[in-house]
Nanobody, 116 residues
């Protein structure tokens, strides 16, 4: 069973919006933090946004005011609403989750491409 399943990536024009989803499988317990990271070609993977089980959020400065992270705890699902997208947002977006048991899981990644 795949631990994390992402969806929602695609191609969009600058200024457009996309919504990413990441669902954790039922085999993952005690999820604490869920988040999104991204990696552009030739660059290191970087934090985009995280959210705790209590709803506390953290955003990279580059996405503040444009992206919103949310989660449905009952569904073990995290979302990333991305508005006002820019070409520099183009990257592979990865979902990550950390549990209270010290486990960490990564998703397979979903491509987001923003054309100018």
């Amino acid at each position: 069973q795949v631990p994390l399943v992402e969806s929602g990536g695609g191609l969009v024009q600058a200024g457009g919006s996309l919504r990413l989803s990441c669902a954790a499988s039922g085999s993952i317990f005690s999820i604490y933090i869920m988040g999104w990271y991204r990696q552009a070609p030739g660059k290191q993977r970087e934090l985009v946004a995280t959210i705790t089980s209590g709803g506390s959020t953290n955003y990279a400065d580059s996405v503040k005011g444009r992206f919103t992270i949310s989660r449905a705890n009952a569904k073990n699902t995290v979302y990333l609403q991305m508005n006002s997208l820019k070409p520099e947002d183009t990257a592979v977006y990865y979902c990550k989750t950390d549990t209270l048991l010290g486990e960490r899981y990564w998703g397979q990644g979903t491509q987001v491409t923003v054309s100018s």
